[in-house]
Every structure is written in C-alpha cells, then in structure tokens.
C-alpha cells in the first residue's frame, strides 16, 4: 500500500495539525473556515481544509499589515496637525510681539509729539 503525505505528514499527523491550527483561531474565525468548507476527515478534505487554514493565515496576516500601515498613517497624520497647530501658535506669538512692539512705537512717537520733542 502506498501510503500518502502532505509536507512530510501522514494523514494522522496532517489532520492534527488542522485542529491544532483550528483551536488557535478565534470562535469567529474557526465559523468563517466551518463556512468556507472546513472538514478534517478524508484525504481531500484534509488537504482542502490545510490549504484553507493557509489561506485565513495569509488574510490574518494582510489585515495585520493593514492595521499597522493604518496606525502609522493616522499617527503620521496626528503629528502633521500637532506640527501644523504649533507653527500656527508659533505665527501668533510673532504677531503679537509685532503688535506689541507697533504699540510701544506708537506711544513713543505720541509721547515725542506731547512733549515736543
């Protein structure tokens, strides 16, 4: 009898290391496999259901790199306005040292017409 494998595994083995991929997903997850065709017994099966437990690793993966691609744009954005709001405080405090020394310029000046000089 020739006797079949999948990546060195025989049908035992290779149907071991479905359910034990299968108990590490979430309940949602080990749902969305169950409805995709997920089934441990037979063969076929057993090569269908590795090749699906595959695939849900490969989207895992994708929205894992998703998130984190996401966060970095959204904290990427976050210091943009924080460095946008700081050079518009900073264009304020110029303004209003501006304003301040117009101010004291004026007075001077007001002062020197008063007084005569």
Same mark, same amino acid.
């Given at each position: 009898?020739?006797?079949?494998? *999948?990546?060195?595994?025989? %049908?035992?083995?290779?149907?071991?290391?479905?359910?034990?991929?299968?108990?590490?997903?979430?309940?949602?997850?080990?749902?969305? !496999?169950?409805?995709?065709?997920?089934?441990?017994?037979? #063969? +076929?099966?057993? *090569?269908?259901? #590795?090749?699906?437990? !595959? @695939?849900?690793?490969? $989207?895992?993966?994708?929205? $894992?790199?998703?998130?984190?691609? +996401?966060?970095? %744009?959204?904290?990427? $954005?976050?210091?943009?306005?924080?460095?946008?709001?700081? @050079?518009?405080?900073?264009?304020?405090?110029?303004?209003?040292? !501006?304003?301040?020394?117009?101010?004291? !310029?004026?007075?001077?000046? *007001?002062?020197?017409?008063?007084?005569?000089?």
């Amino acid at each position: 009898m020739n006797k079949q494998t *999948i990546d060195g595994l025989n %049908y035992h083995q290779a149907q071991q290391r479905n359910t034990t991929k299968l108990k590490s997903f979430t309940k949602q997850q080990r749902k969305d !496999l169950r409805d995709r065709g997920y089934n441990n017994r037979g #063969w +076929n099966n057993v *090569i269908k259901t #590795w090749e699906l437990v !595959l @695939a849900l690793i490969k $989207e895992i993966n994708q929205a $894992e790199d998703f998130k984190v691609v +996401n966060l970095a %744009y959204k904290r990427a $954005e976050k210091l943009m306005s924080e460095a946008v709001d700081k @050079a518009i405080t900073i264009d304020q405090i110029d303004f209003d040292k !501006l304003r301040r020394g117009i101010d004291d !310029l004026s007075k001077a000046a *007001i002062n020197s017409i008063v007084n005569g000089n």
